[in-house]
C-alpha cells in the first residue's frame, strides 16, 4: 500500500512564497514519476511540475521561474517550493507518483493566494 501525504498548504498575499511538502510511504520500488499536479476552483486538474524517470524536471508553462521541484536521494520526501505567488495559484494541490505503472494521489493541500 502506497501513501502520499501532502502537508503545507494555507494562506498567502500575492508575492509571497509558501513552500508544500510530500511524504510517500509504503511498498515503494521502480518510481516512474513523481510530482505536484493543482486544480483550481472550478476548474480541471492540471500539471505543476514533475520528475521523469531520467530525473529531468519539467514545470506547467504558468509556474515557470517562480516553483521549485525538488525531493530527496531516497525519494521519499518531495517538496514545492512556490514564490512570488498570485491569485492564480489558488488551488488544491495533489502530490502524484507512479510506481511500476500504477499512479498514486494524496489527498491534497489547500493553498489560497488572495489580499
Same mark, same amino acid.
Given at each position: 500500500?502506497?501513501?502520499? $501525504?501532502?502537508?503545507?498548504?494555507?494562506?498567502?498575499?500575492?508575492? @509571497?512564497?509558501?513552500?508544500?511538502?510530500?511524504?510517500?510511504?509504503?511498498?515503494?520500488?521502480?518510481? @516512474?514519476?513523481?510530482?505536484?499536479? =493543482?486544480?483550481?476552483?472550478?476548474?480541471? =486538474?492540471?500539471?505543476?511540475? *514533475?520528475?521523469? *524517470?531520467? @530525473?529531468?524536471? +519539467?514545470?506547467? @508553462?504558468?509556474?515557470?521561474? =517562480?516553483? *521549485?521541484?525538488?525531493?530527496?536521494?531516497?525519494?521519499?520526501?518531495?517538496?514545492?517550493?512556490?514564490?512570488?505567488?498570485?491569485?492564480?495559484?489558488?488551488?488544491?494541490? +495533489?502530490?502524484?507518483?507512479?510506481?511500476?505503472?500504477?499512479? +498514486?494521489?494524496?489527498?491534497?493541500?489547500?493553498?489560497? $493566494?488572495?489580499?
Amino acid at each position: 500500500q502506497v501513501q502520499l $501525504v501532502e502537508s503545507g498548504g494555507g494562506l498567502g498575499q500575492p508575492g @509571497d512564497s509558501l513552500s508544500l511538502s510530500c511524504v510517500l510511504s509504503g511498498s515503494i520500488a521502480g518510481i @516512474d514519476a513523481m510530482g505536484w499536479y =493543482r486544480q483550481p476552483p472550478g476548474k480541471q =486538474r492540471e500539471l505543476v511540475a *514533475t520528475f521523469t *524517470t531520467d @530525473d529531468s524536471t +519539467y514545470y506547467g @508553462d504558468s509556474v515557470k521561474g =517562480r516553483f *521549485t521541484i525538488s525531493r530527496d536521494n531516497a525519494k521519499l520526501r518531495m517538496w514545492l517550493q512556490m514564490n512570488s505567488l498570485k491569485p492564480e495559484d489558488t488551488a488544491v494541490y +495533489y502530490c502524484n507518483a507512479v510506481i511500476l505503472g500504477i499512479e +498514486y494521489w494524496g489527498k491534497g493541500t489547500l493553498v489560497t $493566494v488572495s489580499s
